[in-house]
Each structure stands twice: as structure tokens, then as C-alpha cells.
């Protein structure tokens, strides 16, 4: 099993910074693919920022710029930094990864529980 935590949402100003956090952890034997989704109250849950399996980054159109995503393989660990903030920002995050517990298992989705990101006017 594979469990992700996420960890610095909160509460900021409009222009304002955060630093969320997602650590993945138990029987981890590689991680293909790991990054950010938000859902909105009312809406989808989209892709907001990850890494691909080559390595590269993907970032939806409203937030490039603002934020960036990087990892500490070591770790097992992302980071999205959350910068020039904006109401619409608001969100509850949630940490994605694609994971397998064995070599020849298959990769399985594993999600986070997820931590709320609220940015006020």
C-alpha cells in the first residue's frame, strides 16, 4: 500500500505564496508519474500541475508562471510553490501518484486526502 500525505494549505491574501507538500510513503517500489489536482466547490477536479514519465512538467494554463512544481526523489516527495495567488486559486489539493509496490506489479493511482487552499480577496 502506498499512502500520500499532503501538507501547507491554508488560509492567505490575494499576491500572497504558498509551499504544499506530498510525501508518499509505505511499500514503494518506483513512482511513474506524481503531481497536483484541485477541485473547486461546484466543479471538476483538474489537473494543476505533474510531473510526466519522462520527466518533464505539465502545468494548466492558469497557473503557469505563477506556480512550480518540483521533487526530492529521495524523498519521495513533491512540492508545488504557489506564488501571485488569486481567489479563483481556491481549492482543495490533492497529491497524485502512480506507483507500483512490486516489479511486476502494475502501476496503481494513489491519491492523497487532500488540504485545503483558500485565498482571500
Known amino acids: 500500500q502506498v499512502h500520500l500525505v499532503e501538507s501547507g494549505g491554508g488560509l492567505v491574501q490575494t499576491g500572497g505564496s504558498l509551499r504544499l507538500s506530498c510525501e508518499a510513503s509505505?511499500?514503494?517500489?518506483?513512482?511513474?508519474?506524481m503531481g497536483w489536482y484541485r477541485q473547486a466547490p461546484g466543479k471538476q477536479r483538474e489537473l494543476v500541475a505533474a510531473?510526466?514519465?519522462?520527466?518533464?512538467?505539465n502545468y494548466v494554463d492558469s497557473v503557469k508562471g505563477r506556480f512550480t512544481i518540483s521533487r526530492d526523489n529521495a524523498k519521495n516527495t513533491v512540492y508545488l510553490q504557489m506564488n501571485s495567488l488569486e481567489p479563483e486559486d481556491t481549492a482543495v489539493y490533492y497529491c497524485?501518484?502512480?506507483?507500483?509496490?512490486?516489479?511486476?506489479?502494475?502501476?496503481?493511482?494513489?491519491w492523497g486526502q487532500g488540504t485545503q487552499v483558500t485565498v482571500s480577496s
Open positions: 509505505g511499500s514503494i517500489f518506483s513512482i511513474n508519474v
Open positions: 497524485k501518484a502512480d506507483a507500483r509496490t512490486r516489479s511486476y506489479l502494475g502501476y496503481f493511482v494513489y
Open positions: 510531473f510526466t514519465s519522462d520527466g518533464s512538467t
